[in-house]
């Protein structure tokens, strides 16, 4: 399976206003393959969004190399897409008006840009809600439009992270639903930051167990639950119970530090 993003060394280092110098993450070898769903998964403080910033381009590693086929990120670019926690759509601006706004600004082709965004709209049920601001939503349109906007621009890897904290759990699942089928459909290569673990095991191919003080990857872990998945099954269980008991430790020696 291609690599396409390819992380070797990689260090963050974050110096204070005194001088002292904090690392995020060390020692990261990290390879992400075209067409997977890739959950960072952790504990709060062990670099899980600052591997994503600079895979996104936003942050640039202290040391070591990183690549997205086989160029080196030295900053944000079109064909990584960003979805945030926080939906942050333009509120003077329609659904329709929102989703066509990054294709409009580069210059896209206009016919292929509105029948892209035609599709997607309609496949989360959105397209009846067009002509809405975003006031008038509720929060889990919001948060599809997000995600739709940035599938509008076509980017070649989408990064998540931490889309859906803070909804309540029916719209959460229904969201993971919804992401889901819009990746299978686009055929996208993600990477998403969560700290979910039944999250993680819903849409992961691939997970990526990450330790804190300082971030490191402590396992990478091929998931072998066939889709859909049932988040009630003994296989469901059997491994939500095997990456807590990989996560907890870590979350323990961090609150006890």
Known sequence: MTALVEGRGLVKRYTGAS???TVALTGVDIDLHEGQITLLIGPSGCGKT???NMIAGFEQPSAGTLTVKG???R???PRRGVIFQDPNLFPWLTVWENVMFGPEVRGEDRRTAEARATELLRMVKLWDFRNHR???LSGGMRHRTAIIRTLANDPELLLAD???TGLDEHTRRRLQGDFLTLVQRTRKTVVFVTHNIEEALFLADRLVVMSPSPGRIKQIIDLDLPRPRDILSDAFNHWRARLYNL????VVEEETA
Do not use: H, K, R, S
């Not at 996560?247 to 870590?250: A, G, N, Q, R, Y």
């Open 19 to 21: 001088g002292q110098a």
């Open 134 to 136: 975003p006031y008038q």
């Open 71 to 73: 160029e080196a990120v």
């Open 162 to 164: 931490e889309p859906f």
């Open 247 to 250: 996560i907890t430790p870590d």
């Open 75 to 77: 900053g944000p670019d």
């Open 50 to 52: 600052t591997l994503l």
